[in-house]
């Protein structure tokens, strides 16, 4: 069994910071991949960031440059870094991640609650 936990999220000025963090627990040996998506009302979920298992990063054009994604094994988290926000990153924010249990080959893909963003112009 594993579960995921978003936090992190809040109110911020437009040109402010936030990091959102994604706690994994449970089953869990390392980290394989990580995604952040976001959803705000009325909109489709929209992908922002991609962390693959080799390292590399992938980050929508709109927060290109702002963004960074992470991934700490050792605390069993995985992180996205926001800087310079500005008003149209509000939005519920949700890491999907895939995880290496404790069960030789197995893996498991789950999403976090969501944590709510919103910025303040």
């Known amino acids: 069994q594993v579960q995921l936990v978003d936090s992190g999220g809040g109110l911020v000025q437009a040109g402010g910071s936030l990091r959102l963090s994604c706690l994994a627990s449970?089953?869990?040996?390392?980290?394989?991949?990580v995604d952040w998506y976001r959803q705000a009302p009325g909109n489709q979920r929209e992908l922002v960031a991609a962390?693959?298992?080799?390292?590399?990063?992938a980050y929508a054009e709109s927060v290109k440059g702002r963004f960074t994604i992470s991934r700490d094994n050792a605390r069993k988290t995985v992180y996205l870094e926001m800087n310079s926000l500005k008003p149209e990153d509000t939005a519920v924010y949700h890491c999907?991640?895939?995880?290496?249990?404790?069960?030789?080959?197995?893996?498991?893909?789950?999403w976090g609650q969501g944590t709510q963003v919103t910025v303040s112009s």
């Open positions: 449970g089953q869990v040996v390392s980290i394989n991949t």
């Open positions: 962390l693959a298992r080799d390292g590399t990063t």
């Open positions: 999907n991640v895939e995880v290496l249990m404790d069960t030789i080959g197995s893996t498991w893909n789950g």
